[in-house]
């Protein structure tokens, strides 16, 4: 069983920056793939970024990719999404997932872990 939660959320400015984190509890958490999610109201959930158990590889969704960093601490069982030059189009629910799968995963049901998730808004 892993439990994961999320933290770092808030209100920022379109341009601005944040920086969420995850928090796992339990033993597999270096031999999972994790990944971030976010959903906004109305939306379904989608795939932000992700990083692999093994190879150290990273993926990102097109809206992302240049602007959110992902990265692992797993001596201290942590996700990381740093979030540069946000747009409102950000704004969302995200969410921290813990995967069994060793390499890629992008989908939501690839995914067998959950946090509660934590708001991040972003003013025009």
């Known amino acids: 069983q892993v439990q994961l939660v999320e933290s770092g959320g808030g209100l920022v400015q379109a341009g601005g920056s944040l920086r969420l984190s995850c928090a796992a509890s339990?033993?597999?958490?270096?031999?999972?793939?994790m990944g971030w999610f976010r959903q906004a109201p109305g939306k379904e959930r989608e795939f932000v970024a992700a990083?692999?158990?093994?190879?150290?590889?990273?993926y990102y969704s097109d809206s992302v990719k240049g602007r959110f960093t992902v990265s692992r601490d797993n001596a201290k069982n942590t996700l990381y999404l740093q979030m540069n030059r946000l747009k409102p189009e950000d704004a969302a629910v995200y969410y921290c997932?813990?995967?069994?799968?060793?390499?890629?995963?992008?989908?939501?049901?690839?995914?067998?872990?959950w946090g509660q998730g934590t708001q991040v808004t972003v003013s025009s």
């Open positions: 997932a813990a995967s069994r799968r060793l390499y890629v995963a992008k989908k939501t049901d690839e995914y067998d872990y």
């Open positions: 339990g033993r597999t958490f270096s031999s999972s793939t």
């Open positions: 990083f692999s158990a093994i190879g150290s590889i990273t």
